[in-house]
């Protein structure tokens, strides 16, 4: 069968709705990048990633607002849409909490995401600006709001519950550990697809809070992070970079700027360094290999 | 003085115009980075540069054009005025062929660049999308009008005129050399503040360039240039990244995604990487120290 050449989608946003949530359920962890902008999704996609996600904060300190909901709506939904008109596999993205205080707002939040484009959300338990957690209640009603919309837009999207409890909980560690769990076992029961417990780092904390579950759970790339090899030992599900690839990006800016001006030459500007046209191509979708006939 | 804090502007848009023109008289090379979004151009600015430009492949790419004048005007002027708009140090523009073929359509771009806060341009002599020259006199027009439409608005925009001689010019590299010499006195008596010739690299060339210009001289980082102060010594006025920095993020990301694919690691991920609230402040201009009062 000849699909012939691009631009052209090989599935439809349901189905890659669809094979993205069967990436949580291979039995290994799915490696997830994040992007936020065009080229930095698209060499992800040429990397061979199976999916891009985005992070929100890199996504909108790149158009000049502070992480959060500062940004405006049209602005945002206008970037989610610029990221997946230009992949040709599923982006999910990063939803702070929902663009909305209540689920009314979530939904119009999550058939707009639809629209641009995406197929999963992450969205967090914490009013964007403050550092105060949201109620459970709250919390589960908006997860069933967003996941009501895809529905309701014939899109399964897939809804990766984040909670900040062990960080913005109340107690110590080990009582943060308990909200964190008593939280993603809420969200996993109203209807999320994977929950996301911001900062578990550590492999012990890791393989309870994945045992307590019996659910995917996302855990974010940071220092001390467990090799992708364990987490599988571990039954992560998904691994994603969160703001990483950019924190890294713009740490390089900073090495090529000193040493240019320190040393004057050019060594982390040129080295490994991509094309012109090869940074030209990532502004168009990927050039998919025309599929050939078998030859049975 | 007390300067008061941000955000306020230290010098208004014409003595930013001025003081960025002072930069290429100095007898030292001004060494002038090019960011294509908010954070990559408030990184340069942290890091002390005393001028920011834009690369224009780097920034269309990065918002899903590629290289040329694809990009509707609005979303240029706009993602200009960004730019402008975070940085409290002068930004001079890659604006293409000026996204017009007539001197008056240059003329209106340099009014809108005026009013997006850029300070300087860049204008090359061939027609984007294709390797074809314009004539010296089509291109000496433009450029007049380009300074023109400048003082019109009582701000100097500093003119830096490309040819791209050396690359599309006919006959062998002498054949083309001369050209580009040609090219580069015909701007420069049109009123142009500093010509960029794009595929000098050798430092032979350069000497010969510079001396037979006697005036401002752009050169372009890519390997084998030679280094700042051997720049120096041949009396170059800038030498400029181009779209390097972006070249190396998008190589950075690569690297990144090779690492936890291949080994699971996540070394490129958080080596040398800024933090959360790092990147945040991107978002914003540059704090100032408020100024105080001298002793006297």
Chains 1, 2 share one sequence.
């Not at 939040?109 to 995406?118: C, D, E, S, Y």
């Not at 709001?145 to 309701?152: D, R, V």
């Not at 309870?208 to 039954?235: H, I, Q, W």
Request: aromatic share 8%; hydrophobic share 40%; net charge positive.
């Amino acid at each position: 069968m000849n699909h012939g050449t691009f631009p052209f989608k090989l599935t439809s946003q349901r189905e890659m709705a669809e094979s993205f949530g069967a990436l949580h359920r291979r039995g290994t962890v799915l490696i997830l990048p994040n992007a936020w902008d065009v080229p930095s999704a698209r060499v992800f996609e040429d990397e061979g990633f199976p999916a891009v996600a985005t992070s929100s904060a890199a996504m909108m300190v790149s158009l000049g607002y502070p992480d959060g909901e500062v940004i405006p709506r049209d602005e945002y939904f206008k970037s989610v849409r610029r990221l997946a008109t230009v992949l040709t596999v599923p982006l999910s993205v990063d939803a702070a909490a929902g663009f909305g205080r209540t689920p009314g707002e979530v939904s119009l939040t999550v058939r707009k995401l639809v629209k641009a484009g995406a197929i999963g959300l992450n969205i967090e338990d914490f009013q964007p600006g403050t550092n105060r957690l949201l109620s459970v209640d709250l919390q589960v009603q908006k997860i069933k709001a967003a996941k009501a919309a895809g529905e309701g837009l014939k899109v399964p999207m897939f809804v990766n519950a984040r909670t900040d409890a062990l960080r913005f909980g109340k107690g110590d560690e080990d009582a943060r550990f308990g909200q964190a769990v008593q939280r993603a076992v809420a969200y996993r029961d109203a209807g999320a697809d994977c929950v996301y417990p911001m900062g578990l780092v550590e492999a012990s904390r890791i393989k309870e809070f994945v045992g307590r579950l019996s659910f995917p759970v996302n855990v974010m790339v940071r220092k001390g992070l467990p090799t992708v090899s364990e987490l599988n030992r571990l039954g992560v599900a998904r691994v994603s970079f969160g703001p990483y690839a950019s924190y890294a990006a713009m740490g390089l800016l900073r090495r090529i700027s000193r040493e240019v001006q320190g040393k004057g030459t050019y060594e982390h500007l040129v080295h490994d360094a991509i094309t012109f046209e090869e940074l030209n191509r990532l502004a168009s979708p990927r050039e998919r290999p025309v599929a050939r006939p078998s030859s049975r």
